[in-house]
């Protein structure tokens, strides 16, 4: 039982207990068969939530513009090799969310991993600005490694300038 129906259950339990002249085999029945039916779709539910990438699916199923679940759909899809799809999902999530930091980051992750030079370059400086637009107090905090692979790329691609 969830713990914010203790309270309620207790008042339940409660008034129940004063009604010692009435009969509660019905009542007792139709609490039996309610438990029995929520448990029903209790396990009917549980179906959706075994793995992860079927709970981000089922999640996007009903909230198509969960930022959140494009992402972390996107990592599944990029851990699985699928780079296309998981590009179209973070583009998704960033399209959802503008805003959205791990998204964009990892857009730049997947175009430098792709030798997208110029796409990487692209994404990372869209990262700099959803970061800028930031209060300062919850700006990330980026590693120099993200910095430093945007910057090897554009130094390949022949962009000095974007590379310092």
Do not use: C
């Not at 039916?37 to 990438?53: D, N, T």
């Not at 090897?152 to 300038?161: D, E, I, T, V």
């Amino acid at each position: 039982m969830y713990l914010a129906l203790l309270g309620p259950a207790l008042i339940v339990a409660w008034g129940l207990s004063q009604l010692s002249h009435v009969n509660v085999q019905p009542a007792a029945w139709a609490t039996g068969a309610i438990l029995l039916v929520l448990a029903a779709l209790s396990f009917h539910q549980l179906s959706y939530w075994q793995e992860e990438e079927a709970t981000l699916h089922r999640t996007l199923a009903i909230n198509p513009n969960s930022d959140l679940a494009l992402n972390n759909l996107g990592q599944v899809y990029a851990r699985k090799g699928d780079l296309a799809e998981a590009e179209r999902l973070f583009k998704a999530a960033v399209a959802s969310n503008p805003d959205f930091i791990a998204a964009h980051v990892n857009l730049v992750v997947l175009y430098k991993s792709t030798s997208r030079p110029d796409d990487a370059i692209h994404a990372f400086y869209e990262l700099k600005r959803a970061n800028d637009l930031l209060p300062p107090e919850t700006r990330a905090d980026f590693s120099d490694d993200i910095f430093f692979k945007a910057g090897q790329g554009a130094a390949r691609s022949g962009h000095f300038a974007d590379a310092a």
